[in-house]
């Protein structure tokens, strides 16, 4: 029997090696492996006898330790066989001979006091001491026992690259287990969260398989897509059996909601699939970024060069292509498998027609990717972004080539622009790079040039990309776009949203002048009313120069436009008003006694009640120039007209 099963990555074996001698030299019976486990092969079954044969594992966690497949499969069994007696701590000791402790995973383990390489004496005292207090070997649990109450997932041969994100997800799902580095004291939801063929679900399964032993109560794996088809396979009628079958059980277990519909459910509505009881932890997997108070988020990302070579076969060129996308490796990777030779399958990953990926799936697996793009300001955006891939995208460049594609105001491309970068950003589709700008991956690009539901649209924007980015056009051309097999390039149509957006700002302003809001008898100021007005169509004015937008006079037959609906209200609504009391209060204004108020001077106008009434007349014209405007932009303030 070993007293310690010394874990430590290859490329610190030099560092290592007086550790070991000093624990020997303490008399301390202590497995290493010279040989090391080969990476990407799991725990081998000699790794597996000797921890069984083991008191417990002492980790060397340097910063590489974590990146070491056989490290942290030798890490996991441990832990759980401590897990297993109430405390994983147990069978774990960790030597830190980093300065930080944010690279030691799992979370109980950075709670724990860690012993110093720089003492050898006081940490062969420390180790010696912990495990004088084991009676026996640890518990290393036999393969192949199943705790799964729903759902049987398989393991997957093809999982590389994730262990440390295994631990994130376990230190997030455990964070309670220790408050004072985590600072909760309950136990806390996680989301998995990336785009489409990330490998969410795998990294999922892959950790119920490995932690099942950390959740007696069992594993519940829920489709979140068929939620109630879910519960019923679960034999249950609602959440109140739910809750009765959980708390009869009375041990923690894992409850994971794989594929959360955010395209289709709100926050709350998700939440509500959590573990119907306190003992339950929740790890959902979802494609958005929005919902932040759903748990603590693990972003999943490509996976690393090594990694992806190896999925792929070991072509750098492929792997280069899908940048580390797991499902597209995964094709591509089978596909080598099967005798297609790379230099093909990189030429068809870029040709016209079907896509690859969905032919190497037999189905369309692509679609999924950008199904969520679903507002117009996302699809724009994401059409801006492939056009300069690889290079980043920032929401000034968006805005410069939408505002040329559509002789947009550049305020009503920033607007755009801006939304469009938020949404995509939200749903995982564009990923930070440097100084503020986004990056496309090059699978969502192949994605959306199979599933673009507007390409004469996508390239349009191109041609407006090439030719504002380079600077080799007048700004104030249109941008073309050119129809195949003719020399014809047609203008694309400018949108109404600069319309819409000035129709918005003085429908706003306007609601809430006091033309508008009735003024009582006896009430406010003339003069306010009469400053009030005037400042209106300064704004007006104002705004439609903002959106470039005309002032002209509406036909009589033709729907309104904020154009005629401006003229109206400036030339023919508020101006005569204006023109005719503005002199008559002035010249009252003038007479005001020096001991006076201008207040009560004013009260006492004769002609004040007819300035009132006519004052408010201009109520029903306003409110209907309102309305005209609700209707171009979409808002409405529910402001009544009157008689």
């Given at each position: 029997m070993w007293d310690v099963f010394l874990s430590y990555s290859r490329g610190d074996v030099e560092r290592v090696r007086p550790l070991a001698r000093a624990l020997r030299d303490g008399g301390l019976e202590v497995f290493t492996d010279e040989t090391g486990v080969a990476s990407f092969a799991g725990i081998s079954d000699t790794i597996r006898r000797e921890l069984a044969r083991s008191k417990a594992l002492l980790a060397f966690y340097s910063t590489g330790y974590p990146e070491r497949a056989a490290c942290q499969w030798e890490l996991t069994t441990a832990h759980l066989a401590g897990l297993g007696e109430g405390d994983p701590r147990r069978r774990v000791m960790v030597v830190n001979p980093e300065p930080a402790t944010d690279h030691i995973h799992p979370v109980e383990l950075r709670d724990a006091r860690h012993a110093s390489a720089d003492d050898l004496a006081a940490l062969v005292a420390d180790v010696r001491a912990h495990v004088a207090r084991l009676d026996g070997p640890m518990p290393i649990a036999e393969p192949g026992v199943r705790r799964w109450l729903l759902g049987t997932p398989q393991p997957r041969p093809d999982f590389l690259g994730r262990l440390s994100e295994l631990w994130q997800v376990h230190s997030a799902l455990h964070a309670h287990a220790a408050p004072l580095v985590t600072g909760r004291a309950a136990a806390h939801a996680v989301q998995i969260r990336g785009m489409a063929g990330i490998g969410k679900t795998a990294l999922a399964q892959e950790y119920a398989l490995r932690f099942e032993a950390a959740y007696p109560g069992g594993v519940c794996w829920v489709n979140g897509e068929a939620y109630e088809d879910s519960l019923r396979m679960l034999g249950t009628s609602g959440p109140d059996d739910l809750f009765a079958y959980f708390d009869a059980i009375g041990e923690p277990f894992l409850w994971i909601v794989d594929a959360a519909p955010v395209d289709r459910l709100a926050a709350r509505e998700i939440a509500a699939m959590a573990a119907p009881h306190p003992l339950g932890h929740t790890l959902f997997t979802l494609r958005g970024r929005a919902h932040d108070t759903l748990g603590t988020p693990v972003d999943l990302g490509p996976l690393d060069a090594p990694h992806a070579r190896v999925l792929v076969g070991g072509d750098e060129a492929l792997a280069d292509a899908v940048d580390g996308h797991p499902l597209a490796l995964g094709l591509l990777g089978r596909a080598v498998r099967a005798g297609h030779h790379p230099g093909t399958l990189y030429?068809?990953?870029?040709?016209?027609?079907?896509?690859?990926?969905?032919?190497?799936?037999?189905?369309?697996?692509?679609?999924?990717?950008?199904?969520?793009?679903?507002?117009?300001?996302?699809?724009?955006?994401?059409?801006?972004?492939?056009?300069?891939?690889?290079?980043?995208?920032?929401?000034?460049?968006?805005?410069?080539?939408?505002?040329?594609?559509?002789?947009?105001?550049?305020?009503?491309?920033?607007?755009?622009?801006?939304?469009?970068?938020?949404?995509?950003?939200?749903?995982?589709?564009?990923?930070?790079?440097?100084?503020?700008?986004?990056?496309?991956?090059?699978?969502?690009?192949?994605?959306?040039?199979h599933h673009d539901p507007a390409p004469a649209r996508t390239e349009a924007l191109r041609h407006a990309a090439l030719r504002t980015l380079c600077g080799r056009r007048d700004s104030r051309d249109p941008a073309t776009l050119a129809f195949p097999g003719t020399?014809?390039?047609?203008?694309?149509?400018?949108?109404?949203?600069?319309?819409?957006?000035?129709?918005?700002?003085?429908?706003?302003?306007?609601?809430?002048?006091?033309?508008?809001?009735?003024?009582?008898?006896?009430?406010?100021?003339?003069?306010?009313?009469?400053?009030?007005?005037?400042?209106?169509?300064?704004?007006?004015?104002?705004?439609?120069?903002?959106?470039?937008?005309?002032?002209?006079?509406?036909?009589?037959?033709?729907?309104?436009?904020?154009?005629?609906?401006?003229?109206?209200?400036?030339?023919?609504?508020?101006?005569?008003?204006?023109?005719?009391?503005?002199?008559?209060?002035?010249?009252?204004?003038?007479?005001?006694?020096?001991?006076?108020a201008p207040h009560d001077h004013e009260a006492a106008w004769p002609k004040g009640d007819e300035m009132r009434a006519e004052l408010a007349a201009l109520r029903e014209p306003l409110v209907r120039i309102a309305e005209g405007l609700g209707g171009i932009s979409g808002a409405d303030f529910g402001v009544a007209a009157t008689g």
């Open positions: 030429d068809r990953l870029h040709a016209r027609g079907r896509s690859l990926l969905d032919t190497l799936a037999d189905e369309d697996v692509t679609g999924a990717v950008v199904r969520d793009v679903g507002t117009t300001d996302a699809a724009d955006v994401l059409r801006c972004a492939a056009a300069l891939h690889p290079l980043p995208l920032t929401v000034e460049e968006a805005e410069r080539i939408l505002a040329a594609a559509d002789r947009a105001p550049r305020i009503v491309a920033r607007r755009r622009a801006a939304s469009g970068v938020r949404e995509l950003r939200a749903r995982g589709l564009l990923t930070p790079a440097a100084d503020e700008r986004w990056s496309l991956h090059p699978v969502t690009q192949h994605a959306w040039h020399r014809r390039e047609a203008p694309m149509a400018a949108p109404s949203e600069s319309e819409r957006m000035a129709a918005y700002d003085i429908q706003v302003e306007l609601v809430t002048r006091i033309g508008v809001q009735e003024l009582a008898p006896g009430t406010g100021s003339l003069r306010e009313a009469l400053t009030s007005l005037k400042s209106l169509i300064d704004f007006t004015r104002a705004t439609l120069h903002t959106y470039s937008v005309s002032l002209e006079r509406g036909s009589q037959t033709g729907a309104p436009t904020v154009q005629s609906l401006a003229y109206t209200l400036i030339n023919e609504t508020i101006r005569p008003f204006t023109s005719t009391w503005h002199p008559r209060l002035a010249a009252h204004e003038a007479r005001c006694p020096a001991d006076t």
